[in-house]
């Protein structure tokens, strides 16, 4: 007999990056259910710290306008709302999962959950100030292959959601695309680099005692 978190996982990894794989994952979680990939929020919340600091006029702090990629039941959000930062769209592909987490948190009015595609947003430009993935580029990067040379789907699907990310940017000094990841330099930078207006940066955050994860940082600097 699979255990529930064995019955949760798809027959292959490629599954990972199905919408219907989802949709039956959240309908046959026991409601109430929170999962979280990798790197827990309240590990994170020092970075977001840093992330929205006023720094020299260009951060808005608590006030910062976050747009999150690919909720699923993440405990991201509900920690980010209950530490300050309450200016928060969650968005995923995945009606179920939409409709269970506005009714969870109910009690966090301020915040938004909207069924919406990543690749396709619907939001005009210009509207966040902080765009973040965690894992979800990861999940769509699934396809068996060489990961030196990922299949031609795959780099457009990146491709595409980072520039719908950078889209819905406010063109702001501070305003930031974020990818919290386990993929290494060499296998994700592509996705982001060359993006006029935004320089790429990226460091290594842990934890110290396990598996290296990694923090990259797409951030708006206009004409230098």
Known sequence: MPSAVEANLPPTNEGYGT?????????????????DWFLSP??????FEELTTHDNGKGKGKETRILTLG????????????????????????KIVIDQMKERHISRPKMEWLEMDILNLGFGDDEFDLVVDK???DAMLTTKGDPWNPDEKDVRTCTQEVTEAIRVLRK???????????????FRKRYMENRP??????????PPE????FMYILEYVGDQ
């Not at 919408?19 to 999962?35: I, K, L, M, S, V």
């Not at 699923?72 to 995945?94: F, K, P, Q, R």
């Not at 396990?210 to 994860?213: I, L, M």
């Open 19 to 35: 919408h219907e794989y989802w949709e039956q994952r959240y309908a046959n979680e026991a409601n109430g259910t929170t999962f």
């Open 42 to 47: 309240t590990y994170l919340l020092p970075l």
């Open 71 to 94: 909720c699923g039941n993440s405990a991201l959000g509900e920690v980010l709302y209950d530490n300050g930062w309450e200016n928060i769209v969650n968005i995923d592909y995945s």
């Open 135 to 137: 894992g979800t580029m």
């Open 172 to 186: 702001r000094p501070g305003s930031k695309f974020v990818y919290f990841t386990f993929g290494q330099p060499h």
């Open 197 to 206: 207006g935004f320089k790429l940066s990226h460091k290594e955050i842990g």
């Open 210 to 213: 396990g598996f290296g994860y």
